[in-house]
């Protein structure tokens, strides 16, 4: 069992970035409780909810939902965690879903993966996800074992409706926008810690060491 820490954490970075792939292994490691909101948004589309068929055309146009909608989405689930810290990875996205957060919780870290763009756009071209669990794979970088198959169900994998390049580059301007003003607002806080460089496995060990460093107790297994 892993000692936990209440740690209330987010995970930055552009689309594509490796939020996602960090993210498990942030939790795999320091059992924190995962919440992405795209996993969120595109689950809600899965199963065909109302609010799902709204934010279809949003999500595949490229642009940022409204922001009191996932707000309320993500503050509504962070309540049913009763214990443990957590990671949010994608939320929040622009200051006003940041200050909707500071008002309930105290975030005390940030990791922001600084990935360069052209790096993204050819990731995001071979990425296939596994939507009921947001487990994603790279024909490149991490395939699954038998292609276009998740290894753990052996459900089909689909490519997001998202990664057209088109979709990315609009992607990536919402996130230039809207969301690096996010990073400042944190590093005003001095919550912000930035991992830089093009490879996900370089990244890694840094933000493990980080998690080690600042949060001893996470990295202490009971006997
Ligand atoms: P999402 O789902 O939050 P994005 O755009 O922030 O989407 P995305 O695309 O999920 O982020 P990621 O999680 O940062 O990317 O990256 P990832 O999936 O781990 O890695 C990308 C690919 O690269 C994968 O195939 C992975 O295997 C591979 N990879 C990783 N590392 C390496 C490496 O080192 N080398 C190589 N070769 N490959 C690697 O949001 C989607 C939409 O939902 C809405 C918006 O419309 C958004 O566009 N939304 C919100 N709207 C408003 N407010 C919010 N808070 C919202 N949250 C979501
Ligand atoms: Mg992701």
Redesign the pocket.
Known sequence: MVLQRVIRAVIM?P????????SARITKTFGLNHI????L?RSNIKEKTELGLLMKS??DQ????PDGI?SRLILNDLRTIDHGGWLL??????VS?AEALDQVYVVDTVINLNVPFQTIKE??T??WTHIPSGR???T???PPKVPGIDDVTGDALVQRD?DRPETVTR?LK?YENQTEPVLEYYRSKGVLETFSGT???KIWPHVEAFFHKKIPSLSQRAA
């Open positions: 970075g689309p594509g970035s490796g939020k996602g792939t960090v992405s909101s795209g996993d948004l949003c999500i490229g642009q940022l939902v996932i990875d994608g939320f929040p996205r622009t879903q990731r995001l071979s990425r994603v794979y790279n490149d970088f991490n998202d992607r919402a490879e996900t496995n």
